[in-house]
């Protein structure tokens, strides 16, 4: 493969008659104009590269040279149509000198003298001379005397010289001179190959395989290095020369014999064959730079693309949550049960803990990235990243800000539910246990009130019962206070919302309808008494006063009963302990009521006594129901339940204990880590204002943070356990402390948003400062600029204070028309999305707008003209040649077709390609 540049030296076509003018040696017709040359120092030739006229040639140097010299000659004499056969018989006449001369340089020499005479062709060699010497090459010792006697040491020696100045001169390697830059480049290229060490021109080559892994390192699909043998040398040179003419043009100048035979091979002869080598593969060269420089930016292109991509996907992914879990924190409705309510709460426990926290991650994800790709395409210069309809970073925070007002005040409410639900479930409990009492008390009553006994009796028997009707009266207004308990209590139930009202409300009603009728029958049982008294009187007054204390004292001791079992429910040590002084208090009525039993028994055991000492026959009492035996029972009842009740009200009193016990143990815990909490903050607040050190310690001592706060999350752990087990408890107030674990969350995931966001702003930072190349002090003076006229401390500047800010700075805003104007042009540079404000990475990025070195559209275009061989368009197969092959598909798929009036089929538009570039994105 031939140089592209070296083609037009033989695109005139007035090479080929010329040549034809100096096969035939006849006089031009035409004259031939000078060129001006460009001048090099008289000691371009170095003394050892000088050819000595008293030297010998070793015969197989001169062979070697003879046949090398021979080939490279005629590599070139070729593209003219001719070729020389003796290297020192035909370049006598100077005519064939002087057309290689012209075919290498792409210049015209003097015009030949036209005769055949010696003086003749000593003049035309003369002319080939005098232009070799104006090209700044100093001959030694070569006359053209001796080039036209055909002395073969001297014309090998001119050749040398041309060889040297044309061919190796222009190689240059990091300000090399031309054999050392040559000698490098022949090092770079075959270091990475065993048995290759490439240190001089001669015996480096001689096995062959220095020629092989140049080859190979161009172009690996010609030769399989790994199946060559260093102990082959003949076998690798004869591959190599052929490989080299068949496939990259370059003819044979050395042969494989007289390289392995001879001692050591003639250093020019090897040097005119490598330069050949290095002319054939400095065209891929400059292919490969300009493949790699589209590479470079097809790489960051591709990069912000799926910087792009994974933000949408990550923003829908997001908004979706948001929008799947919003509703369900706005339904505030539950089951009405309590363990529904509390499987609720342990749902919204797991959101809070296992669900939130990774979306939150996700969210400072989604910001830290939407920050870094905008740096990232300021750097580049490319345009600034608009996310698709609403998916901007506002969208996603004015989502999560729904999502937390709709979380704000959940957990409370689900709390008051609990409460309110524990309270349903102990009012129904009372509720039954007053109904069972009551329904028991009145069961049978409607039928003693509806008997017509009173006709049947004595005087004295209706007596008896006319005070037994008195004491069910009384004994019915004792019993009126407990209809209204329960009356109260359905109505509570129901103010409620009782999930089984209807049941309450139908027994309610039916114990109410109950009660009227027992009044209503007693009213009539009255009348229907004192219309009958006038006939019958008879009193027992024994029995009388029996009945009178009796139901009083039964009623007293159905209450002590109802109370000693009554269930209760409280939260805290010091509501226990007025229950405990409450039941002190009963206790010391019990020796009272301990006497009241033995009178009113005694009363009852007199008139059985009466009656069997007077031989009457013994009936019950006729004023009352309440036996003796039913008092005896009820109170020793009242006497077992008493120890019962003590030992309910100090189990309560233990589980309070412990209840304050977490309380204290949660506060303690809370103490400690909400200050901490707010000594971060501080911290951090401060780190943004004060600006201490460079950016580099500045995060470092983000850094530090970061891990302090990951360090410290075990102490969130417990106490969201301690939380956990105190919810568990209903324990609902704690006065040991200010914080509840609500605050202590929010301050946790605020503090390490601001972390993360911290970091990211100082990492931004460093990148605007090491892209840009501008000094730490500059940074400081920008940032020490921002955070004086940043008085709230959001990291933004509201337009008026930006205006402030830039003119601290020396800009010169004037306050006029002309002066608004500009402010406004450059609030569009550093507010492209129009959001009212500047936030510190646009400013950074306007104030070091101009300290950055990037690639360039027009740089791409050239490059890509570079691949296409200077044509305004490019075919795919040269993107799959020259790319790799994801980035020349990239190219493939978004070329527009080339339009213009010499496109060919398959020809795709580099120039439109390479603008969008740097204009908008697909996405």
């Known amino acids: 493969m031939m140089n592209p540049e070296m083609n037009g030296y033989y695109a005139n076509p007035a090479n080929s008659v010329y040549m034809q003018a100096y096969q035939q040696q006849s006089p031009y017709d035409q004259a031939y104009s000078a060129k001006g040359n460009n001048q090099y120092s008289d000691d371009y030739m170095q003394q050892e590269e000088e050819w000595e006229r008293e030297g010998v040639l070793d015969p197989l140097w001169e062979k070697q040279q003879r046949k090398t010299f021979t080939a490279w000659c005629n590599s070139h004499l070729r593209k003219a149509g001719t070729q020389i056969e003796e290297i020192n018989e035909d370049f006598r006449n100077g005519l064939k000198l002087m057309l290689l001369l012209e075919v290498i340089s792409g210049e015209q020499l003097p015009k030949p003298d036209r005769g ?348 008896a019962l006319i005070k037994k009707h008195e004491a069910f009266e009384s004994d019915l207004a004792a019993h009126q206070d407990r209809v209204e308990q329960i009356a109260a209590i359905a109505q509570e139930l129901n103010a409620l919302d009782y999930h089984d009202a209807a049941s309450v409300n139908a027994r309610c009603e039916k114990i109410c309808r109950n009660w009227d009728l027992l009044g209503t029958l007693t009213s009539k049982r009255r009348v229907a008494l004192e219309e009958a008294e006038r006939i019958l009187e008879h009193v027992d007054s024994l029995f009388l006063e029996y009945a009178k204390r009796a139901a009083p004292y039964n009623n007293w001791l159905d209450g002590a009963r109802e109370d000693l079992v009554d269930m209760f429910i409280v939260h805290s040590v010091d509501e226990i302990q007025g229950l405990i002084g409450a039941h002190e208090q009963f206790k010391a009525t019990l020796p009272e009521a301990d006497k009241e039993y033995n009178s009113i028994n005694a009363l009852a055991q007199e008139a059985h006594h009466l009656c069997q000492q007077h031989g009457l026959q013994i009936v019950e009492n006729p004023y009352t129901s309440i036996q003796p035996i039913e008092l005896q029972s009820k109170w020793m009842e009242v006497q077992q339940l008493v120890p019962l009740r003590d030992q309910t009200l100090q189990n309560e009193m233990n589980k309070q204990k412990q209840n304050d016990s977490l309380r204290i143990l949660f506060a303690q815990k809370a103490n400690v880590v909400g200050p901490w909490i707010e000594r971060q903050h501080d911290q951090i607040a401060s780190a943004a204002v004060n600006m201490q050190g460079g950016l580099e310690q500045q995060m470092q001592r983000l850094r530090t943070m970061e891990q302090s706060l990951s360090q410290y999350k075990p102490n969130i752990d417990e106490l969201e356990n301690i939380n956990k087990e105190i919810q568990e408890a209903m324990i609902f107030e704690n006065r040991h402390t200010g914080y509840t674990m609500e605050t202590i969350r929010v301050g946790w995931e605020q503090l390490g948003v601001s972390i993360a966001r911290n970091i990211n702003e100082v990492e931004n930072q460093i990148l605007t400062r090491d892209s840009k190349g501008i000094t730490e002090e500059q940074m400081n003076e920008f940032r020490m600029s921002f955070n004086h006229f940043d008085k709230s401390r959001t990291r933004r500047l509201e337009p008026k204070e930006f205006r402030s800010c830039l003119i601290s700075l020396g800009y010169n805003i004037r306050d006029d028309k002309q002066g608004d104007a500009d402010f406004q042009r450059i609030m569009s540079i550093v507010d492209p999305n129009n959001t009212g404000h500047v936030s510190f990475d646009s400013f950074m990025d306007f104030m070091t707008r101009d300290a950055s070195d990037q690639d360039t559209a027009d740089q791409i275009i050239q490059s890509f003209r570079v691949l296409a061989n200077n044509k305004p368009y490019i075919t795919a197969d040269i993107l799959r040649s020259e790319l790799p092959p994801d980035q020349a598909q990239y190219c493939i798929q978004r070329m527009q077709p080339y339009r213009g009036p010499d496109a060919m089929h398959g020809a795709l538009d580099y120039t439109s390609f390479s603008t969008a570039l740097y204009g908008e994105s697909d996405l």
């Not at 035979?261 to 040097?271: F, H």
């Not at 992914?317 to 509390?342: A, H, M, S, V, Y």
């Not at 937390?404 to 102990?426: N, Q």
Request: aromatic residues 8%; contains cysteine; positive net charge.
């Open 116 to 463: 055949k005479m010696r003086f003749h062709k000593i003049a035309n060699v003369n002319k080939a001379l005098d232009y070799i010497q104006s090209k700044g090459v100093k001959l030694v010792s070569i006359g053209a005397e001796e080039i036209v006697d055909g002395n073969l040491k001297m014309t090998l020696g001119m050749i040398w010289t041309i060889i040297l100045r044309f061919a190796i001169q222009d190689i240059s390697v990091e300000e090399m001179s031309a054999k050392e830059g040559l000698l490098l480049w022949c090092q770079r290229k075959t270091q990475p190959y065993k048995n290759v060490n490439v240190q001089n021109f001669h015996m480096s080559f001689k096995d062959g395989l220095a020629f092989c892994a140049l080859i190979h390192r161009h172009r690996p699909d010609l030769i399989d290095y790994d199946k060559l043998n260093k102990d082959e040398p003949l076998k690798n040179l004869n591959l190599a020369f052929d490989i080299a003419e068949k496939h990259l043009d370059i003819p044979k100048m050395l042969d494989a014999e007289d390289m392995v035979n001879c001692i050591r091979p003639d250093e020019r002869s090897v040097m005119t064959y490598v330069s050949a080598y290095y002319h054939a593969f400095a065209g891929a060269h400059k292919a490969e730079t300009a493949a790699n420089r589209i590479c470079k930016v097809l790489k960051v292109n591709q990069e912000n693309e799926r910087l792009m991509e994974e933000y949408e996907r990550l923003a829908s992914d997001l908004l979706e949550w948001i929008r799947r879990t919003t509703p369900w924190l706005e339904n505030r409705t539950t089951d009405n049960t309590l363990p529904g309510t509390q499987k609720k709460l342990a749902e919204f426990r797991d959101y809070r803990r296992v669900h939130k926290p990774p979306r939150l991650e996700q969210k400072a994800k989604l910001e830290t990235d939407f920050n870094t790709l905008q740096t990232k395409l300021r750097l580049s210069n490319r345009p600034a990243y608009l996310p698709s309809e609403g998916k901007l970073v506002s969208d996603i925070s004015n989502a999560w800000k729904g999502l937390e007002f709709a979380e704000r005040g959940f957990e409370e409410w689900l709390l008051s539910e609990l409460m309110r639900l524990e309270r349903l479930d102990h009012l129904a409990k009372k509720f039954k246990h007053k109904c069972d009492i009551h329904e028991s008390w009145a069961n049978g009553k409607e039928d003693l009130l509806e008997a017509q006994d009173f006709k049947r009796c004595k005087l004295n028997d209706l007596k």
